[in-house]
């Protein structure tokens, strides 16, 4: 609970010191909404928020990525506290055909702590699968 989006957005800075103060309120304001007594709280489900709830250790879902046929970009920051290198690479090996690439300057939320290296990853991978695809098929 926040009194406010700039608290959200001071909070939020603390957590991911590469994190600008204007990209960081443009996502403050985005995820909270205010509740009936003025103060605020994460649009999100609370459960996501609890490791227990993540899927990580259940085999199942592990397995479960090796049905998946189309191409896969799996962006890992250099700095992520949550995806390991090691369950990342393992990560990625389970799907069938998976980019895998960690970027730079940047922890678990690397659209907000290095959007520039993010955007160009996406782009190459779209520009890669998607004109990949057309030049086989058309």
Known sequence: IYSSPEEYSDYLRIKRPLLDKNTSMKFARGALREMDDGLYCLKRDQALGQPANWGIHNPEIWENLKTITCPVLLLRGSASAILQPGTGQNL???????TYKTIAMAGHSIMLDNPKDFNVE?????????????????
């Open 92 to 98: 990625a090996g389970q799907f069938i055909n998976c």
């Open 122 to 138: 996406v782009d190459l991978f779209l520009r890669h699968t998607v004109l990949g695809h057309f030049a086989k098929n058309y």
